[in-house]
């Protein structure tokens, strides 16, 4: 995700969820059920099955489908064995890229990866070649019908580190270790929906391309977003 502009990115996000919900859905199913199974299988109990389950839901999915994952996750032993893997490169025109993925098959994930980055004219790279381009923050989105005075202290006096509004949204990013404060900071003040709600990667090095360009970035972008194994995708292409 790039941080430069923050709703235009979010909102090509909600984009692609609206043209294929049933595969957001599938996996953050399965990052539920890979936090669930790794902690206790109460959001209340376990800091990071919270944080994904905040995030289904701010992605409007329904309890009914969080509470399935949850209860596979109950199930036992048995059932799916998942690995985080983390790829990094570049893409077309030198844009850094970070590719989070769940995979039961390593070498199945790195050849689709592989592949796509090939195709586009990139190329993968080294643990460690562009993460540090990344600093994890957290991202929070709220609807602008609330009072905006009334947000902004809530948010900065929890340890926000920039409230911002943009377009008919509240944007706010914080630090990782102040993401769970910020939160619940707002929802004291009676926030009941989060647009977004989750801790992501925000470039400290941004690259500026034409439209030909982005347009070729965004085609990696969603080529790696459809692969069954990719859970996020982190760039640092400038968007205005």
């Known amino acids: ?8 990115t979010i909102h090509r996000k909600k984009g692609l969820i609206d043209a294929a919900r049933g595969k957001v859905f599938q996996k953050l199913a399965k990052e539920i059920y890979v936090a669930a199974k790794s902690g206790a299988p109460d959001p209340d109990q376990n800091a990071s099955l919270r944080m994904v389950v905040d995030k289904a839901k701010a992605q409007n999915m329904s309890k009914d489908k969080i509470q399935k994952a949850i209860d596979k996750a109950k199930g036992g032993t048995e059932g799916e064995n998942y690995e985080s ?14 590719v989070d993925c769940l995979t039961d098959n390593r070498n199945r994930t790195a050849s689709f990866v592989r592949s796509a980055f090939t195709k586009s004219g990139g190329n993968l790279g080294t643990d460690g070649s562009v993460s540090y381009m990344f600093n ?13 005075d009334t ?19 509240y944007i706010i990013t914080t630090d990782e270790a102040s993401f769970t404060n910020v939160k619940e900071a707002l929802e004291s003040e009676n926030v009941k929906e989060f647009l977004e709600c989750e801790l992501t990667y925000i470039p400290n090095i941004e690259v500026e391309l034409n439209e030909e360009q982005i347009e070729k970035v965004n085609k990696l972008v ?19």
């Not at 995700?1 to 235009?8: D, F, V």
């Not at 969603?222 to 205005?240: S, W």
């Open 1 to 8: 995700m790039s941080g430069h502009s923050k709703w235009a």
């Open 85 to 98: 893997i983390r790829y990094e490169g570049y893409g077309p025109n030198g844009v850094a890229f970070m």
């Open 136 to 148: 994890k923050k957290g991202s929070i989105v709220i609807p602008g019908e609330y009072d905006e």
């Open 151 to 169: 947000m902004m202290m809530a948010a900065l006096d929890a340890g926000a580190e920039d409230f911002e509004k943009i377009g008919d949204n």
């Open 222 to 240: 969603d080529t790696l977003e459809d692969l069954d194994d990719v859970q996020d995708v982190y760039y640092n292409l400038k968007e205005d």
